[in-house]
C-alpha cells in the first residue's frame, strides 16, 4: 500500500502559543516504510510537531498532510501513541477495553466491539507481552505496563503511519527492548513510524531516518548521512559532549537528553 511515496508532508509549518513561535516554517517530507526519531533539545517543538501533524494544536501557517491529503481524511490510517503523562491512568477500565478502544475507527461509534476485537485485542497483548493482564485494571499497572498497553491500542488499528511521542520514557530495561522489537516489526511490515526521542546514544541503534528539530528543521534524513557531530551542534547549540572522535553515536548528553515534557 502506497509504494514510492511519502507518507507524511510537512509545508511551512509554523505553531505559536501566545504570539511565542513553538515551530517555525518547518518543512518535512517522510518517505513511506521508514522508522524516524524526533530528537531536539526541551522546548524545540517535537511533541507539538506530532500534535499539528495530527490536528490536536492550531497551527499559525503552512500545512501538513498524509499520504497526500489532511489527517482529518486519513484518521484512520493513523495510530497515536501521546506521553504517558497525558493520559488519565486512574479511569475505571480494564487493560483489554483499553486496547479495544483501537478498534473504534473501524468500528464507527455505533457498532459495538465483538469477538473479532476482542482477538485482535488479545493479540497485540500477546505482541506486547500483556496478556496476562488483560483483566487488570489499567490504574493497577505500573508506567512500563502501562505504556505496552497503548503500543497494543495502536497496533489494533492497523495502521499505515504511527506517532509516538517519548514510548521509552519511564521504561525498564525489558519493556525498552519490547517496544523496539515492535518497533522495527512495523518497519519491516511496510509501515512508517515516527517516534518523538531523547537518548541521543541509541539514535543509531534504534532507528534508520532522524529528524533534528529546534523549533526549526535543522536537518531531517537517514541517520548514517545527518546525524553528525555539526548538525547536532547546530541543534543543540554547541553543548553536546562527545566520547570519541567522529562519532555522533557514541555522545553523552545528559542535560539535553531530558525528556520534554512541556513544548517539546
Not at 533539545?41 to 510537531?49: F, I, S
Amino acid at each position: 500500500m502506497h509504494t514510492n511515496t511519502l507518507a507524511i508532508e510537512v509545508t511551512d509549518l509554523t505553531v505559536a502559543y501566545r504570539d511565542n513561535p513553538v515551530l517555525w516554517d518547518v518543512d518535512l517530507a517522510v518517505p513511506a516504510g521508514i522508522l524516524m526519531a524526533i530528537v531536539g533539545p526541551n522546548g524545540a517543538g517535537k511533541t507539538t510537531l506530532i500534535k499539528a501533524i495530527l490536528g490536536l494544536v492550531p497551527i499559525a501557517a503552512g500545512q501538513t498532510l498524509i499520504y497526500g491529503k489532511p489527517y482529518a481524511v486519513q484518521r484512520r490510517l493513523v495510530g497515536y501513541v501521546p506521553q504517558r503523562g497525558s493520559v488519565d491512568w486512574d479511569f475505571p477500565t480494564s487493560v483489554l477495553d483499553v486496547v479495544m478502544m483501537g478498534r473504534y475507527g473501524a468500528l464507527g461509534w455505533i457498532r459495538r466491539p465483538g469477538r473479532r476485537e476482542r482477538d485482535l485485542a488479545y493479540e497485540a497483548l500477546e505482541k506486547v507481552k500483556m496478556h496476562n493482564f488483560a483483566d487488570r485494571q489499567i490504574s493497577q499497572l505500573s508506567g512500563g505496563q502501562q505504556q505496552r498497553v497503548f503500543l497494543a491500542r495502536a497496533l489494533v488499528q492497523d495502521a499505515q503511519v504511527y506517532f509516538m511521542d517519548e514510548p521509552f520514557q519511564g521504561v525498564d530495561a525489558t519493556t525498552e527492548r519490547t517496544i523496539v522489537t515492535l518497533l522495527q516489526e512495523l518497519r519491516s511490515a511496510g509501515k512508517t513510524v515516527v517516534v518523538v526521542h531523547h537518548d541521543l546514544q541509541t539514535v543509531p541503534q534504534y532507528f534508520d531516518w532522524v529528524t533534528l528539530l529546534n523549533v526549526r528543521r535543522i536537518a531531517s534524513g537517514m541517520v548514517s548521512e545527518v546525524f553528525t557531530e555539526e548538525n547536532l551542534r547546530l541543534t543543540y547549540g554547541g553543548r553536546v559532549t562527545l566520547i570519541g572522535h567522529n562519532s555522533a553515536s557514541s555522545m553523552l548528553s545528559e542535560p539535553l537528553s531530558a525528556a520534554d515534557h512541556n513544548k517539546g
